[in-house]
Every structure is written in structure tokens, then in C-alpha cells.
């Protein structure tokens, strides 16, 4: 600013007040901010020490038990003894008739979980051990009598004092197994040289065609609904036989495509032929190119059966031209057929498919953006799964057969990020020692005290095949999280299923004598719970069965604090190479009995 003289006029500095202001505002905000970082410095001190708190384990004797301040767990009430979370019968009515979704998986919220331990039934024994257990179990174990009297004269079962019997018989085969599944070897050549090893059953009744085809060479995945009355996955796994609570309905099945050598029914009482064929849309996405369906029942031999199905002759052959007509549409061929079974192929050349792509054709060719392997609540969709032209190894006449094909780097592995046939043939080596150590921590292991084991976390299935000479079996449980590499599991001839593991798996409780984790809470703990991880291991698990752990010390240590409150004896281990990052811990169920039940 200027004077009338044009000489610039000394003012008082306006910059006299904001200097000091300016300083000021600077010294408040490093104060504040030196309280704050006192605060927050004091905030995250606590946090630290009380979770440090949490997860402290003492000083422990030399291999005893891990000595920890514990949790408690209460009992569950006594109706909840056969409790399947995710298909539970008390929540049918919620859900709609249509297809029968309402027997699909539905968990409860988050909310409604129970934080309590399943109790076993009154009377409850340890399950009688392979080999034995396949013909007989405890009826007190399961005590259900409904199949044994609406299916008596199909010898299913029958009761004699304290035990269920299991002579072998099913609704196609009541005089035996054996010879049903004599007839479908005739039929099926591939049955007896190795070439067919992984089957699927639909509808599986007590598993008894599950359980025949173990003596063969033959690994079955048994598969049957949540029932009021008939139970019929619990007797399965109380037998020793591989089964899992399912349903083809609305749902994929919980598998890879291209995956199962052969698919079963028997009268399963499956529509096959209705809603435009869709179930059989999804028993062609999971059966392997070159693999079997087999079915007895309606509408096969409808000539000389008909009489019993209390329908007329026209209907049922009118059944029949129209599930071949569907069969056909799907690029199956009807391979063989005799007396009640008929055996349908799944084609493996790309002619068949090709044609699927011509315009109003049904069912049509799934467009590329159609992910085959997805199936973890994915809808059932209305399309024929071709097979990928990539894969050049993946036909059942293209795998090496049983059991060379258990240590075969598998086509399929080089599509799992990071995987390689060095990849697999690592890991392969790698769960063979470790395997040799945990036979030192455990045992029982290779014994008749534990015959159905899962591994809740698997890659390749390692744990399993190193495990394979063993008369035991493995269901190998794939995060619904993790890299898609469960169909590397089924092409080197091992069975499993996708998870997630923040929810209850498809089975009974006291279904699993060995549980097998390595890392899951490590890899999961940022979506699920830990007790609530827990607490489903611990109604899965058998009374007397073990769980190997295999985690940080930190999960190792947060785990030993709630197993003590489930009743678990634990303690800590080296791993085979002694890092300190990594430790085992050894787990044992206790047998107890509820203090609420009555006797019946």
C-alpha cells in the first residue's frame, strides 16, 4: 500500500499475531498428538496382554498333557444327540417342497449356533472295529428301528438283542450284495482290473453297495438325505463306510467335474426324468469322460417288473424311451444292460458335444462362462457340462489304473496355481514322512482303533495316500476358500468333498475316528470362529478319537485352551523337523455320557 507521495508507509506487521498463533496451533497438535500415541500405545498394550493371557500355556511336563487354564463348554440337551446343524429337520418347514430343496444345506445363523457339546445316546458304546463292523454295529449307537421294520423283508438290517445286523440286502438286491454286484461286474469289465476305482451312490439305503465294492478295489462316496426316521448315512459311517449327508436337487453336489469313474442308483427314488433331466445334468457334470452310470429299478426291466411298481406296462416303457432319449441328448450311450441293471457310458469324443451347440437343442452346450468345478451352494444349471478339449488325460481309459494312478502326477494339477508335476511329487514325499511321524505320535494309527479319518484341509491328498495300506479310509475336505485341487484328488483315486469350514460339514455327529488339520486356522481364523471350528470337530468326532493339529505355536496354544473344555486330552509335539514355528498338537475325545438323558 502506498501514500499519496508514492513512498510505501511502515504499517504495523498483521504477521506479528499469526506467527504466535501458528505456533501455538502446532505445539496443541503435537501435544495432542503425543496423547494419543500415549493412548493408542496403551490401548494396544492392553489388547496384547489379554489375548497373550488367553492363549498362555504354563510349563508342562515332559509328554503329558498340555496343563492350561480351559474354557467350559456345556452339554447340549439330550434331543440334540443326532444334531446335523445345516440339515436339521426342526428347520424344514422354512424353506419350500419344490424339489425337495428344503433337505438341501441351510445353516443357521450366526445367532442360533449352539455353543454346547453334542452328547452321545444313552446306552452309547464304542463302535465295534473293522473289519467286523461292516456286517454289525451297536443298536444303542443308533438307535433306530424304522428301516429295519418298514424294510424287513428286504434284509437291510435286522435287529437281534443289543446289535443291528447287516446282511447285505437293499431294495434291487434283497437276497445280497454280493451277487447284485457280481452281475454289474459281468456288465462292467472295468470293475475288476483297476480301471474303474471312485464311485458315487445316490440314495445309498445303509451303504451296503458301497461297502461290497471296499473288497473290491473300489472307493465309494454313499450319499443319501437327512432323514426323520431312517438315518441311513449314520449307519453308513457307524459301519465304517464312507458316506456324507446329500441330495440332488436344486444344488451341485459338492464335487469336481469329470471326477467319478461311476455313479450308482438303485431305486433311489430319484426323477430322473423330470424337470427337463436336470439331476442327470448333474450326475454327467461329475462323472469322468469314458465313465459309468449305473441303474436298476424303474423304469429298467420294465417288461417283467412292472406288475410291482403298481403302474401299467405302457407307462413304463413310455419311462424308459424317455430317459434313453434323454440319456442320448446328453452324450451317454447305453452300454450294456441284463436283467434289472443297465449301464450307460459318458461319451468322451468332442463329436457328440459339438452338436449340443446347434441352436433350440436340449439340453444345450454350457457357454464357456459356465464354471464346471464350481459347486459350493451353485445352482444345478440347465446345460450339458462338455468335456474341456485341454485335457487330453482326464478319460477313464486315459488314467493309469489302480493303484499306479494314486502316485501319478494327475493332468489336472498343473491348473492349481503354483502346481506342477515337481509340485505334486513333493508333496507326495513330503505326507510320507510325515505320516512315519505321526505313526510314532499316534499309534493307533494303522489299527482297528480308527477306520473313518478326514483331512480337513488337503491340498493333493497327500496325508491320504500315505496312509493308503492302512484299513482305514479318508475323506479329504477341499476349503470352498482355497485353490480348486480336489479334482487332482479324485484323478489319483482318492474321494472328498468341497467345505467351508465356518459352517457344520454334511454328516452325523461320532462320524470320524481321526480328524487331520495342517494350517487351517492359520488359513481360515480371518473368516471363522475358532470355537466354532472347534465345537463342530468335537461333534464330528467319535468318543476316544483323535485330532492331529498341526498349526502355529500361537493356534496350537489357542486350541489346547478350548480343547480342555470340551473334554479333550492334549499335548504338544515336535513336528518331524522340529521348527519352533510349527508344533503338533495331539488330541484324544473323552468318552462321556450326559447328565440330562433319560433311559430309554
Known sequence: ???????????????????????????????????????????????????????????????????????????????????TPCTDPKRWKKYTLHRLSFMERHCPPVFEKKECLVPPPDGYKLPIKWPKSKDECWYRNVPYNWINNQKSNQHWLKKEGEKFHFPGGGTMFPNGVSKYVDLMQDLIPGMKDGSIRTAIDTGCGVASWGGDLLDRGILTVSLAPRDNHEAQVQFALERGIPAVLGIISTQRLPFPSNSFDMAHCSRCLIPWTEFGGIYLLEVHRILRPGGFWVLSGPPVNYENRWKGWNTTIEDQRSDYEKLQELLTSMCFKLYNKKDDIAVWQKLSDNSCYKKLEAPDNYPPKCDDGTEPDSAWYTPIRPCVVSPNQKYKKIALKSLPKWPQRLHSAPERVADVRGGSDGAFNHDDSKWKSRVKHYKKLVPAIGTDKIRNVMDMNTLYGGFAAALIDYPLWVMNVVSSYSPNTLAVVYDRGLIGTYHDWCEAFSTYPRTYDLLHLDGLFTAESHRCELKYVMLEMDRILRPNGYAIIRESSYFVDAVATMAKGMRWGCRKEETEYGVEKEKILICQKKLWYSSKQNSR
Not at 513512498?7 to 498428538?33: E, H, N, R
Not at 494419543?36 to 500355556?57: D, H, L, M, P, R
Open 1 to 83: 500500500m502506498k501514500y499519496k507521495d508514492g513512498k510505501p508507509i511502515s504499517q504495523p506487521d498483521k504477521g506479528y499475531k499469526t506467527v504466535p498463533m501458528a505456533i501455538m496451533f502446532i505445539v496443541l497438535c503435537g501435544f495432542s498428538f503425543y496423547l494419543g500415541g500415549i493412548f493408542c500405545s496403551e490401548k494396544e498394550s492392553y489388547v496384547t496382554q489379554e489375548t497373550n493371557k488367553a492363549v498362555e500355556t504354563p510349563k508342562q511336563t515332559s509328554g503329558g498333557p498340555l496343563q492350561i487354564r480351559s474354557v467350559t463348554f456345556p452339554e447340549c440337551s439330550a434331543d440334540l444327540q443326532d444334531y
